[in-house]
């Protein structure tokens, strides 16, 4: 190994084969060279042919040149007789670990280096999941290799951690136009893991169902009407669109509900008086949940519930879950 000074601008030039990063560089780091330059030195492989390449320093390098493009950077210059690739790689990897954080994406990016560089999945669940932090499980890997085939934006709120990695193997069933549509959704909603899980299933759901794709159903205007209520919160806005795909993709649940919601406002019951359908009405059996205060108040609660045996409602409610049986 040799320590060199170099141009930053032929370093800037040079290939990066082993370069993993993903997104824009940390800006402590920018602020770090911006005060007192580039502490750590690049890492260079030099090649039988005489042709460098870089394995290490591409964030350092391009935060250098932007700041002073004249300058020159001392650098570790390694020969292929000291390095194979695998080692290279490593000397990346790890260098970067030691420091900070690998985002979903940097991570997928690292996985398939390694496939590329000849190690197996055995080894690769064995060795390097635990490194980078993620689940032992045997599908792991395949699943971060799928993520390789993500556009470039929806890279971007992965590595973000916008996007969860779950929700992003699903995105890749559909189209461009398909996920962008959902993505910008999630953005503009700002909607955190379980409610996007939600948003992607359903549509999934809906589009495989009804072969309705997701750009084309939230272009219908009763989604236009909601995404464009200036009154409602984003809150509000997501719970009515999670109400309308609900109704698409499961259209006979959602009027059995509807139905119940109807029958308890007509029996007028006091808020102390929960009455609760069963799950999903995969079952005959309803919930009654009663509040009271004392003994005076419990038989008043009890008389309340008296009168309602003999009322006409009760007789829809029942009625409900035997039609749908």
């Known amino acids: 190994m040799n320590i060199e000074s170099w141009p930053i601008s032929k ?14 560089p940390p800006k402590l780091l920018e602020d770090s060279i911006q005060k007192i330059g580039v502490i750590h030195p690049p890492l260079l492989l030099t090649e039988k042919t005489g042709q460098p390449i870089l394995i290490s320093g591409k964030r350092r390098i391009e935060i250098a040149k932007k700041i002073n ?8 210059s390694y020969t292929r007789e000291e390095l194979t690739n695998l080692q ?3 000397l990346n990897l790890y260098e970067n670990l030691s420091i900070r954080k690998f985002n979903a994406i940097e991570k997928s990016n690292v996985l398939a280096l390694l496939t590329n560089l000849g190690i197996s999945q055995e080894s690769l669940q064995k060795e390097y999941l635990s490194l980078l932090e993620l689940p032992l499980k045997e ?9 390789q085939k993500l556009d470039e934006e929806t890279k971007q709120l992965v590595s973000l951690g916008i996007l969860q990695v779950d929700s992003a193997l699903i995105l890749l069933k559909l189209d461009f136009k398909d996920r962008s549509c959902l993505t910008s959704l999630i953005q503009n909603l700002r909607l955190g893991v379980n409610p996007q899980k939600i948003l992607i299933r359903l549509a999934w759901d809906i589009f495989k169902k009804g072969n309705i794709p997701p750009h084309e159903l939230f272009e219908s205007q009763t989604m236009k009407n909601i995404l464009e209520e200036e009154s409602w919160s984003t809150g509000q806005k997501w719970a009515s669109i999670e109400y309308e795909l609900r109704k698409l993709r499961y ?15 007509e029996m007028k019951l006091p808020p102390t008086i ?3 359908s069963p799950p999903y009405f995969e079952s005959p059996d309803y919930a009654l949940q009663l ?10 609660k009890l008389a309340i519930l008296q009168q309602m045996g003999n009322n006409k409602n009760m007789e829809k409610l029942f009625k409900l879950t035997t039609e749908y049986e």
Not at 11 to 24: A, C, E, K, V
Not at 292 to 299: H, K, M, S, T, W
């Open 11 to 24: 370093l800037s030039n040079l290939s990066t084969p082993f370069n993993s990063t993903f997104g824009d």
């Open 69 to 76: 493009p004249h300058q020159t950077l001392w650098v570790k």
């Open 88 to 90: 290279a790689f490593h």
């Open 139 to 147: 599908e792991t890997p395949q699943q971060y290799f799928y993520l």
């Open 251 to 265: 259209p006979r649940l959602s009027q059995m509900e509807e139905e119940f919601k109807n029958i308890k406002k």
């Open 274 to 276: 929960t009455l609760q």
């Open 291 to 300: 509040r009271f205060r004392n003994l005076e108040d419990y038989q008043e």
